[in-house]
């Protein structure tokens, strides 16, 4: 009989366990950081010796309706991947992207936000130009791809794309900061420590 005691004892002992195991994983997934697909390729310029061996760091600029800076992602030239037949620079990934307040997307939006995934309304990039090496590039795009919701299906698909109109006359060819966007075209150079404060102006005339 004791025997029987303590077998009913051990079972209901790992059947709460397990419940309360499963309880904690479902929680977790709930609050869980949201993966956000992002891929992004600079195209070089179809000028003599256009590519570089420089190092650069890209951020890709979301900004409001009024060109205000608010957040922006941070990509350096070790983590993209350079193809020799397109003469193109490519990166992939998933990102565990967290949103306002950790905020689920949709809540976020629902709030008013309106970076609540990466977006890319303007590019700088940082150049090094070391050794003395300059870069022209004529063509960058940016796409990002989000679930609206954790379980759902509700798939959505931001595109950014930006040209530069003179690629072989605006070269990087100095250790400054370089933006690309938001107007179509617009290529200006910064000071090398230039990063904006949240909610200031970017410049969007030459």
């Keep these: 009989m004791r025997t029987v005691i303590l ?27 949201w993966q956000v697909s992002v891929n992004v390729t600079i195209r070089e310029a179809l000028c003599f ?7 650069f760091t890209v951020h890709l600029l979301a900004l409001s309706y009024d060109n205000e800076f608010l957040s922006a992602l941070t ?32 809540d976020c939006f629902a709030k008013g936000h309106i970076d609540c995934a990466p977006r890319a309304d303007a590019v700088l990039i940082r150049f090094e130009s070391a050794p003395n090496d300059p870069w022209a590039v004529d ?8 679930l609206m919701e954790m379980r759902g299906k509700d798939w959505h698909i931001w595109y ?7 690629p072989c006359w605006s070269w990087m060819d100095s250790r ?6 938001p107007r179509n075209g617009l290529h200006i150079e910064h000071n090398y420590k230039y990063f904006p404060k949240t909610y200031e102006r970017i410049r969007d005339w030459v």
Excluded at 22 to 29: A, Q
Excluded at 49 to 55: E, G, P, R
Excluded at 77 to 90: C, V
Aim: no cysteine.
């Design 7 to 33: 077998q009913l004892l051990f079972i209901a002992f790992v059947g709460r366990a397990q419940q309360k195991k499963g309880s904690k994983e479902h929680v977790d997934h709930e609050t869980s950081i």
């Design 160 to 166: 950014f794309e930006h040209d530069v109109l003179r």
């Design 139 to 146: 063509h960058i795009e940016v796409t990002v791809k989000f």
């Design 49 to 55: 010796s256009a590519s570089t061996v420089s190092a």
């Design 75 to 106: 990509i350096h030239r070790r983590n993209f991947t350079y193809n020799k037949r397109t003469s193109s620079y490519t990166y992939k990934a998933l990102l565990m992207y967290e949103s306002h307040s950790g905020l689920a997307t949709h």
């Design 176 to 181: 400054a900061v370089y933006q690309i966007g």
